[in-house]
Structure formats: C-alpha cells, structure tokens
C-alpha cells in the first residue's frame, strides 16, 4: 500500500515565518496540543506550546534530509556514544533556524516573556560532562556541515543527577527529565529491533551441509527507537539523533497467561525495562558492573541492526556496509561493536570471516578520551561470558588471528604478545575493550595533541609500534553556536557589527577582531560588555545563594566535574593563601576576587564529595570575616550543567585549567571560556597546550610542573612532605585546614584530604603549589591593568577559531570517515509551501 504522490500542502501556521504566522501559530499550539485556552494555560503549557511551535518549523527540513539521503544512498556518519549532553533544545534550535528574533518578538507581543519560557526548558541530562557534551557538539557540527549523521545512544530514564547542597555535602536527586513529556522526539516504534542476551551457543549444519555457529540466547528485550532532530544552522539539514528505549517482549504477557505466573511476567517486564532506567553517574571511571555491559551491548546491537534495516531498505548489498557507513566510537563504551558486526555478518548475513573482518575494520574508527588507568574498561571474563556467550567467542576469535601476526611481526617478544591480547590473562581474566577497539577499527585518535602523543608512548604504544598508520590527533572542539551565539548574544552583536556574521561557521574569522585592539570605543564595548554579564551572573548568585559579589572583582571560575586530577583543591589552597595573607595583615592591598566552583562528583566518590564539603566550608568561614571586608568571596554554585554552563561561560574573567599535566586528554570548557575572552591560568595539560600556542604565551597565565616533569618527579619518588616542610605558606594553609579552624573545630572532618596530600600527593599539588600562587599573583597585578586586560580578553577570543567543533569535524571527516556534504534543498517532491 502506497499513498499516491500528491503535495501535501504545508499551512502557513505550521511553517510560516512571519511574526504574525508565529503568533497564531504559538496560540494554536496551545489550544490543540497542550489543549488549553490561555485562562488556563500553565508556564510549562506555554513553553510546549511555543517548543511544538520550532518542532513544526523543523518538519520539513527533517523530512527532506532523510528523503534526501535515502534517494541518494547518502554515505552516513554514525556516532556511537553512551552519553549525549544536548542541554537545552529551544534556544538552539531557533539559532539553527534564524528564527530567534522573530520568535522573541512574537511571543513578547503576545504579553508572555520570552526569556522566561527559555529558561523553563530543563535539559536531558544524558552524560556526565566532556565526553557527552563533546558528542553534542559534534552533532551541532556535523549537520551545519550539511554531512549526513546518525547520533545513536540510550534514551536514559533518569540522566545525570541533580545535585543538592545540603549542609556543605552533596546530595543527588534523580533527574525524572520526561516528567512533563518531551517535544523534541518521536518515538518510532515501527523500527523496532530484538536483543539477544544469555544463554549458549551451538553448531549446526547448514543446508550445504557446512558447519555455522548459531547463538540461542536465554532471553531478549526490545530496543524502541527515539529520535531527536539535529539542525545545521542555516542549512535544510536536520540529521537523527536516535536513542534506544528497552521494553519487554510482547511474549512474557503470553507467558503469564499461560502459566498464570502474573506476578514473574510482570517482573520479567521490570528486569528488562531497567536496562535504559539510569546513566551510571562516573566520569573518567569504570564500576565493572553487568547492568552497564547490558547497557552497552543493548544500544551497540540496537544501532547495528538499525544500520543492517536501512542497507536493506536501500537494496545496497551487505558486502558495501563500510561503504554506506563509517562508525565512530566514543570511546570503548561501544566497543562491543567490533564483536557484534562481526556476529551480525556471518552469523545472521552468512559472510565469510575475512570478509567480515575487512568490512567491520574498514567500518570502524575509535577515539579514545583518557589515560587514566581507573577508565580502561575491562569486563571479568565470566560475567561477558554469561552475558555474550558467542561474542566471547568471535573475541577468541579475533584474538587467534591477531595474536598469530603479532607473533610474525615481534618475534620472540611473549610479554608484548600478553599485553597486547585482547585478553588479560595476568590474574583474574578480563576482555580489554581497548585492545579490542584498536584491533578492529581502521583509525585511532586522542583528542588533543599532547594527549595522542601519550597514547602513543603509554596506553597504547604496543598497539602505535604494531600499526602507526592508524594513529592521529583530532583536537577537540566546541560549537560557537550553542556556546557564543546563543549563550552571549551582546559579544555576538559587537563582533557581527564590526566583522559580519561569517564567523559563526568559520570561526577563524575572528581573527578579524586584532584590528580593533588599539581601538578605545571598541575596547570599552567589550569590556563593558563583560560587565554587564557578570552582573547578571551576580543577580543570580544575590538570589540563589544571598551571597554578594562586585563585578569589579576578578570572576575566577572553575567548573568542571569534581576530581582529584582536575584538582579544585589545588585552586583552595590558593585561596586559603590569600585568606592567610589577610589575617597576618588586614591592610593587605589585593585584588578583589570572586571564586566559582561548580561541577558534580561520583556519588560514591569520596574524595570529590569531601573536596565539594571543603569548598562549602572555606566559602562559610572567609565570606563572613569582617576581616576580608568582602574583597575575596567563595561560592560552590550547586547543579552545574550545559543550560547554567551557558550563564558561567561568558561572565568569566579567569578560567581555572589546574590538572596535573598528563592528565586532562583535552579538556573542553577551556575553549568555551577562551572563546568569550575569559584568560586562562592554566598548566601544560590536553588541549590548554594548543590553547596558549594560539592565544600566544603573553595573554595566558601557565604555570606547574610538564608532563615530562611530573612523570620524571614520579620516577625519582616524589615526596610532598619535603614541599610542605620547605614552604611556609604551605605549611599555614595545610596546618589550617588540618586544625578544624574550617570545621568549626573538628580535626577528623578533612584528615582523609589532608593525609592524602601528606603522605602520597598523587596529583602533584604540592609541587605546583608554589609556581601556581606565583602565577596566581600574576593575574592579580594584570588584572590591575584593565586596558591591557581588556586586550589579553579579546585576543584570546579573536584566535580560538581552531577551537570550533566544526574545525575537528572537518578533520574527522577528511582523515577517517571519508565523508562529503549532502545538500538538501528547501523543497522537495512531498510537500510544497501554500
Ligand atoms: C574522558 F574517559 C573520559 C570519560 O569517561 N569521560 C569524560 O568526560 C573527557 N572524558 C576528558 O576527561 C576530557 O579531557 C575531554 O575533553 C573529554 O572527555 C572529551 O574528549
């Protein structure tokens, strides 16, 4: 059954543009699908009204896109990631498709304000920080790039938590993000696939009487797709973020009525429901527990499969799969790809396994996002083996043959053949999702140039010295959309009058703005500017918090996730220094400052919530001594994420970049405060290094051990008492923290952070301690200085262009995926414009 090729004749109040198209539009959304007259209309009815009011202007750009890349057999990127971190959606969104102002004016015409409809939107918190958030932005890109795209994931019930700050500690709430419904997706449960789980494998003979494995699984769950459009700005392409929901087979309710064990079916319904129930709340850090390998192969199998259906439906031959698709992986997260293609290709599609693995290489590329030790992922051999029966088995596989061309390649070399195994067979057995992932892709990337020249001489230097064509750098970046256009619409108004709007997607443009340095009217707009962000900023810490801050202080801010290798303590022990500075001499003449801390810490990451408690209980003690007489105030701002991150960003004088050198892959919040003309104090650490190279060495404040330095310290045997025992200062600042004059007298409270620096300091803050309160005062005095402050700010800003995620995804589309532009056009065969 086919419906006959007629236009469908586009309304203008579903597409029209116009303010008064805009306005009846809104009211008609209102009245017919939140199905409210305005008497009764609630803020949130209001906002769904005016976000299916955007959803109906995207329409036909999504429909095109995939009109478009079917017609064509469009080759098509997918980016396969645990998290995505969209943040808000209207706001985006509307500068995606020009239509922000006018939509403004419509709405505020309509006597309803706007700005507070935007900021009623909450986010999908559906990743952690970096890693998510940086799968985001790739999205953002990879449509304004007009490159056709796949986002593919897990639709989390709950996602990040909401943090609390309940007495100076954290407390995590769960983030129930559908409550009010979301207009942003369609569930398409026609695309609904079947996963496998458990049980055994076996071999059969086939009609030809040849032998094949089979896999006969215990039970199996649905995977229901949910899609989210992605718009390019200012282009017709809207690509297909697609998360996967688990449901229960239809069959357990058979089940139930046949055995009459109601009860059992229901909670058989419940186990597999929990599969997509939360997004486990670790950055940086691996739990090791079955439910995330359910997660993991749930959402991997899902969007394989998703790609198998969309090969038919196109009629392209399975052996072309590599040709129709180049698959990202987010890190080892989706790893189990390697495996599960090659399961779906000559278990299910009946290819051979050379060709199959030639297929499944050339399809495959994996990024990696650490060197931490504590993030490798590795799975206990019993519990993969309970799970994934046959993928255990295709990983021996896989393994045989690999460990055979070692073999011929290193002779003679058993230690090197042990580490590079894709099993770890030195204790307990585990599966190495790192080793599998390098095995089966046909690229590797760190994502800052420091950080992949350390992959290549630690984590992965067998896998470097065995195949170096594999391995480059792809450094990573940001939209300016979201984090300029939208989130500082005054810099974005003072740059596009004086450089045109060019540089929104092509952002070296900016470069543009050095000409205006010596420009006095030009220097006071952007400096002035500043100020009235940081106002803002205040209003809302003087109404949150009741706590005051002069925007004539330096705004110095660290948000981030809360970890002992980013080291936000290292940040208080300098402002425990200033505070010491102040008691010994109450004159003292310093300059004023305001910290900002915000980010959440693993809810069962001890440490990270201690470190949040001492923040909390340094702010408590130095904003109320009348001896500081307010120059110095601490704030721990509470539930830091991507809609607050937009208010932080540009209010910014001072951003902290503090991790131990080696530690930090690339970072990605240090672009987005460099973009709005935030200086950076920071060390030689992930992409600050490529940061200060582009800003240039004078307009960045750098301090602390290097890479090298801390590695060769470590060598030595590094001992923080000898610091400690050398630096006066220091020893103040540690004896203070340790006298309980923090917590209210208590010496036990803090003891695990001060012992930990004590005896084994692992993160270096006692070795950079010196050099980083010495850079610290260095701000201080420039800060003095606000015409050449002022200067610094906006050549910072003016050389972040390679910081655009549209600069990385250039790279990655010309060096691994092998990808083009797709035009769609405005119009196309099923509809028409009345
Ligand atoms: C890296 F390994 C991980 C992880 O599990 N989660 C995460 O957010 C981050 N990251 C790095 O810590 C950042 O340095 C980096 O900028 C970001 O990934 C994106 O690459």
Same mark, same amino acid.
């Not at 070399?413 to 204790?427: F, K, N, P, Q, V």
């Not at 203070?736 to 695990?752: C, E, M, V, W, Y």
């Given at each position: 059954m086919q419906l006959r090729n007629e236009l469908v004749r586009v309304e203008a109040d579903r597409t029209g543009t116009t303010i008064d198209n805009l306005k009846r539009a809104f009211l008609e959304n209102l009245y017919y699908v939140q199905g409210k007259p305005p008497a009764l209309a609630t803020l949130n009815d209001y906002y769904m009204a005016l976000?299916?009011?955007?959803?109906?202007?995207?329409?036909?750009?999504?429909?095109?896109?995939?009109?478009?890349?079917?017609?064509?057999?469009?080759?098509?990127?997918?980016?396969?990631?645990?998290?995505?971190?969209?943040?808000?959606?209207?706001?985006?969104?509307?500068?995606?498709?020009?239509?922000?102002e006018p939509m403004k004016q419509a709405i505020d015409e309509l006597g309803i304000n706007f700005d507070e409809l935007i900021e009623e939107e909450g986010e999908p918190g559906l990743g952690n920080g970096g890693l998510g958030r940086l799968a985001a932005c790739y999205l953002d890109s990879l449509a304004a790039?007009?490159?056709?795209?796949?986002?593919?994931?897990?639709?989390?019930?709950?996602?990040?938590?909401?943090?609390?700050?309940?007495?100076?500690?954290?407390?995590?709430?769960?983030?129930?993000?559908?409550?009010?419904?979301?207009?942003?997706?369609?569930?398409?449960?026609?695309?609904?696939?079947?996963?496998?789980?458990?049980?055994?494998?076996?071999?059969?003979?086939?009609?030809?009487?040849?032998?094949?494995?089979?896999?006969?699984?215990?039970?199996e769950v649905k995977g229901v797709p949910y899609d989210t459009p992605t718009l390019g700005y200012k282009v017709n392409t809207a690509n297909t973020l697609r998360l996967w929901k688990a449901e229960a087979p239809e069959s357990f309710d058979f089940q139930a009525f046949n055995t009459g064990d109601y009860y059992g079916a229901v909670n058989a319904k419940v186990v597999s429901e929990n599969i997509t129930k939360v997004l486990y709340p670790n950055d940086d850090e691996i739990q090791g527990k079955v439910l995330r390998l359910q997660q993991q192969f749930f959402f991997v199998s899902c969007s394989l499969q998703d790609m198998i259906r969309i090969m038919k439906g196109q009629k392209i031959p399975m052996e072309r799969f590599h040709e129709k698709f180049a698959v990202q992986l987010n890190d080892t997260h989706p790893a189990i790809a390697v495996a599960e293609l090659m399961r779906l290709l000559v278990d299910q599609e009946f290819l051979g396994w050379d060709e199959a693995w030639a297929i499944t290489q050339n399809t495959l590329a994996y990024t990696n996002h650490t060197l931490l030790p504590e993030a490798l992922?590795?799975?206990? !051999? $019993?519990?993969?083996?309970? %799970?994934?029966?046959?993928? +255990?088995?295709?990983?021996?596989?896989?393994?045989?043959?690999? /460990?055979?061309?070692?073999?011929?390649?290193? !002779? $003679?070399?058993?230690?090197? %053949?042990?580490?590079?195994? +894709?099993?770890?067979?030195?204790?307990?057995?585990?599966?190495? /999702?790192?080793?599998?992932?390098?095995?089966?892709s046909h690229a590797i990337n760190g994502v800052a140039a420091l950080h992949s020249e350390l992959l290549k001489q630690t984590v992965l230097k067998d896998f470097y010295e065995y195949s170096p064509e594999k391995f480059s750098n792809k450094t990573n970046g940001v939209t300016p959309r979201r984090f300029m256009v939208l989130s500082n619409p005054r810099l974005t108004q003072l740059i596009t009058d004086r450089i045109g709007s060019g540089w929104i997607t092509d952002?070296?443009?900016?470069?543009?703005?050095?000409?205006?340095?010596?420009?006095?009217?030009f220097c006071q707009q952007w400096r002035s500017i500043k100020q009235a962000i940081k106002q803002d900023l205040a209003d809302s810490i003087q109404k949150d918090y009741g706590v005051d801050v002069s925007i004539d202080s330096i705004f110095d801010i660290q948000?981030?996730?809360?970890?002992?290798?980013?080291?936000?303590h290292l940040n208080l022990l300098h402002i425990i220094t200033l505070y010491n500075r102040i008691k010994a001499n109450p004159n003292i003449d310093i300059t004023p400052r305001t910290f900002l801390f915000g980010g959440k810490a693993a809810p069962g990451y001890f440490m990270a919530k201690l470190m949040i408690k001492l923040v909390s209980a340094v702010s408590e003690v130095i904003n109320r001594d009348p001896d500081v007489r307010g120059r110095i105030k601490v704030v721990f701002l509470k539930n830091y994420n991507v809609k607050f991150a937009q208010h932080v960003y540009p209010?910014?004088?001072?951003?902290?970049?503090?991790?131990?050198?080696?530690?930090?892959?690339?970072?990605?919040?240090?672009?987005?405060?460099?973009?709005?003309?935030a200086l950076t104090i920071g060390t030689l650490d992930g992409a600050n290094v490529e940061i200060m190279e582009q800003a240039g060495e004078e307009n960045f404040f750098l301090f602390g051990l290097t890479a090298e330095e801390v590695r060769e310290r470590k060598a030595r045997g590094?001992?923080?008492?000898?610091?400690?025992?050398?630096?006066?200062?220091?020893?103040?600042?540690?004896?203070?923290?340790?006298?309980?004059?923090?917590?209210?007298?208590?010496?036990?409270?803090?003891?695990?952070?001060?012992?930990?620096?004590?005896?084994?300091?692992p993160y270096l803050l006692f070795a950079d301690y010196q050099s980083y309160v010495e850079c610290q005062d260095r701000v201080a005095e420039a800060y003095r200085d606000q015409d050449k402050w002022t200067r610094m700010s906006i050549l910072n800003a003016a050389r972040m262009g390679m910081f655009s995620s549209d600069r990385s995804i250039q790279e990655y589309c010309d060096d691994i995926w092998n990808v083009k532009p797709v035009t769609v056009k405005e119009t196309e065969g099923f509809c028409s414009a009345t």
């Open positions: 976000a299916h009011t955007v959803r109906d202007r995207i329409m036909q750009r999504w429909n095109n896109s995939a009109i478009t890349y079917t017609e064509n057999q469009s080759r098509t990127v997918c980016y396969l990631s645990a998290e995505f971190l969209m943040g808000p959606h209207l706001g985006n969104n509307l500068i995606n498709l020009g239509l922000y790039l007009e490159i056709p795209t796949m986002g593919y994931g897990i639709r989390y019930e709950f996602g990040i938590f909401k943090q609390d700050i309940r007495d100076g500690w954290q407390v995590e709430i769960t983030d129930k993000w559908l409550r009010n419904g979301n207009p942003w997706e369609l569930a398409r449960p026609e695309w609904t696939v079947s996963i496998p789980f458990g049980g055994h494998t076996e071999s059969y003979r086939n009609s030809q009487g040849v032998y094949r494995a089979r896999w006969v699984p215990a039970w992922e590795r799975w206990q !051999i $019993d519990l993969f083996r309970d %799970l994934l029966p046959r993928h +255990l088995e295709i990983i021996y596989e896989i393994n045989q043959r690999f /460990m055979d061309d070692v073999r011929v390649k290193f !002779i $003679d070399d058993d230690a090197r %053949l042990a580490r590079m195994s +894709l099993i770890d067979e030195s204790g307990e057995r585990y599966v190495r /999702m790192a080793n599998l992932a390098c095995v089966g952002l070296e443009q900016l470069r543009q703005l050095e000409q205006f340095i010596d420009d006095p009217a948000v981030k996730r809360i970890h002992e290798y980013k080291r936000q209010a910014a004088d001072l951003s902290e970049q503090i991790s131990t050198a080696g530690k930090e892959a690339s970072g990605t919040g240090n672009m987005k405060f460099a973009m709005n003309g590094y001992d923080p008492k000898a610091y400690y025992n050398a630096n006066p200062n220091l020893q103040l600042v540690i004896d203070r923290i340790a006298s309980g004059f923090f917590s209210h007298g208590d010496k036990t409270l803090f003891q695990p952070i001060v012992d930990n620096l004590m005896q084994s300091d």
